[in-house]
């Protein structure tokens, strides 16, 4: 499969955000309070958010376009500076001068995540910057193969957004997206929903135990938003394929190791767009990216997979 995706191109628009580690080892508690003391050996950043699926989506051999906001930050800055590493053009990703720049902090102690802290802003972006989001889709929806909606509740995911998305696209053209549990209203009538099972339950109203709550949770799901296939992840149990309201097809996790879940959604999207951009029908399209995410579920931090890596699984 080496070369299947060069020539898949996915453009991606949601939050970006970046992702902070810090690293260290754990062999005392604090004096001052009942905390793990934390010896720090190194810090990382990634890209996390809609600007991991991307680097998903470029890792994996294919070309992606990341559209967003962010603000005229420091940590701003250091997307931009990776997003060019990547090949990525700057130009899609629009500086809000009132807005922060979402960042995430995790210290890890060991192998377990000790805290996170937030820095960043959940207003709604204006409906100014929507507009320059939606031109910028516009102006490149005759070089890509699909979107991917990335949706993080930091306020670029709007209702004005996805409305907007949806008049600009024809079909064969695929809207794929990935939904917050606070924001599900907006992402109506895409051609597939692509949540989590927390998710998915906290927008039906209710926790997903079984099966039979599964199936629940999907007819709520396809009566609400009309989407036309639904892909609900549920980590160690796979993932929940509805091609339909009343067709579920199981696919079990292949995971060998299941160290850390951060960014396995992005994963999964990420791998989803370009099975279908190069021709594979849904279901195949969703088991290749289970077996991405089992990649990336076993690798500390938020992850990305790469074609070598793919193709091992495969």
């Given at each position: ?6 020539n898949?191109?996915?453009?991606v628009?949601?939050?970006i955000i ?6 260290g ?5 604090s004096p ?6 934390v010896d720090v050996?190194?810090e990382t950043?990634?890209?996390g958010g809609?600007a991991?699926?991307v680097?998903?989506?470029?890792r994996?051999?294919a070309?992606?376009v990341l559209?967003g906001?962010?603000?005229p930050?420091?940590t701003g800055?250091?997307i931009l500076?990776k997003?060019s590493e ?6 899609n ?6 807005r ?8 890890v ?5 000790i805290v996170?802290?937030?820095e960043?802003?959940r207003?709604k972006?204006?409906?100014g ?11 490149r929806?005759k070089d ?5 909606v990335?949706?993080y ?6 209702a004005l957004l ?6 600009l696209?024809?079909?064969?053209m695929?809207?794929i ?5 606070d924001?599900f ?8 929903l692509?949540p ?5 339950g906290?927008?039906?109203?209710f ?7 599964l199936?629940f949770a ?5 009566y609400k938003?009309r989407c036309?296939?639904l892909?609900?992840?549920q980590?160690?149990d796979g993932?929940?394929?509805?091609e339909?309201e009343?067709?579920?097809?199981h696919?079990p996790?292949?995971?060998k190791?299941l160290?850390?879940?951060s960014?396995?959604?992005d994963t999964v999207v990420?791998?989803?767009?370009l099975g279908?951009?190069?021709g594979?029908?849904?279901?195949a399209?969703?088991?290749l990216a ?8 076993g690798?500390?931090?938020t ?7 793919l193709?091992?699984v495969?």
């Amino acid at each position: 499969m080496n070369k299947i995706f060069d020539n898949v191109k996915i453009l991606v628009v949601g939050d970006i955000i970046l992702d902070r580690y810090i690293w260290g080892d754990v062999s005392r508690i604090s004096p001052e309070a009942p905390v793990p003391v934390v010896d720090v050996n190194n810090e990382t950043i990634t890209l996390g958010g809609a600007a991991n699926v991307v680097h998903n989506i470029i890792r994996l051999g294919a070309k992606a376009v990341l559209c967003g906001v962010i603000g005229p930050d420091t940590t701003g800055g250091k997307i931009l500076s990776k997003a060019s590493e990547l090949g990525l053009e700057i130009d899609n990703i629009l500086v809000d001068p009132d807005r922060s720049t979402t960042l995430k902090t995790r210290v890890v102690g060991g192998s377990q995540q000790i805290v996170r802290f937030d820095e960043e802003s959940r207003e709604k972006i204006s409906d100014g910057n929507i507009r320059r989001l939606l031109d910028i889709i516009k102006e490149r929806l005759k070089d890509i193969d699909g979107i991917i909606v990335s949706d993080y509740n930091k306020g670029v995911v709007t209702a004005l957004l996805m409305s907007g998305i949806r008049d600009l696209i024809d079909p064969p053209m695929f809207v794929i997206s990935d939904p917050h549990k606070d924001n599900f209203k907006c992402h109506k009538y895409v051609n597939l929903l692509a949540p989590n099972k927390e998710e998915a339950g906290a927008f039906c109203g209710f926790d997903i135990k079984n099966e039979k709550d599964l199936k629940f949770a999907a007819k709520k799901i396809f009566y609400k938003l009309r989407c036309a296939s639904l892909l609900i992840t549920q980590g160690k149990d796979g993932i929940a394929l509805f091609e339909d309201e009343n067709k579920m097809i199981h696919i079990p996790t292949v995971a060998k190791d299941l160290y850390d879940v951060s960014g396995a959604g992005d994963t999964v999207v990420a791998a989803l767009s370009l099975g279908l951009a190069s021709g594979m029908d849904l279901e195949a399209a969703v088991r290749l990216a289970n077996k991405a995410a089992g990649v990336v579920v076993g690798k500390m931090g938020t992850a990305t997979i790469n074609i070598e890596e793919l193709n091992e699984v495969l």
